[in-house]
Nanobody
Framework: QVQLVESGGGLVQPGGSLRLSCAAS????????MGWYRQAPGKQRDLVAH???????NYADFVKGRFTISRDNAKNTVYLQMNSLKPEDTAIYYC???????WGQGTQVTVSS
């Protein structure tokens, strides 16, 4: 069974950048689509970005042009590069391996001055 561990979250000022990582163990991510989601307090969990096995990406409108999802199959890791961060990006960010239907534990991102 695959296990996912997110890292890279933290406190950043508006306009700053962070790179989140989602590292897998127990199985390869090479053959599964992956997604990044986020959940703010009191709100539902929303899809942020998605990447297919072939590397095709899709983004939620609220992050287009600011966030980039990528994958490194050799490192069994998926990334989310977040630029031009806004206070409304504050949330817990989760990665998901679709074929395994497995979530990571989440990493907190706080955007505040």
């Amino acid at each position: 069974q695959v296990q996912l561990v997110e890292s890279g979250g933290g406190l950043v000022q508006p306009g700053g950048s962070l790179r989140l990582s989602c590292a897998a163990s127990g199985s390869t991510l090479r053959f599964t689509a992956m997604g990044w989601y986020r959940q703010a307090p009191g709100k539902q969990r929303d899809l942020v970005a998605h990447i297919t096995v072939g590397g095709v990406t899709n983004y939620a409108d609220f992050v287009k042009g600011r966030f980039t999802i990528s994958r490194d199959n050799a490192k069994n890791t998926v990334y989310l590069q977040m630029n031009s961060l806004k206070p409304e990006d504050t949330a817990i960010y989760y990665c998901k391996a679709y074929d395994f239907n497995v979530w990571g534990q989440g990493t907190q991102v706080t955007v505040s001055s």
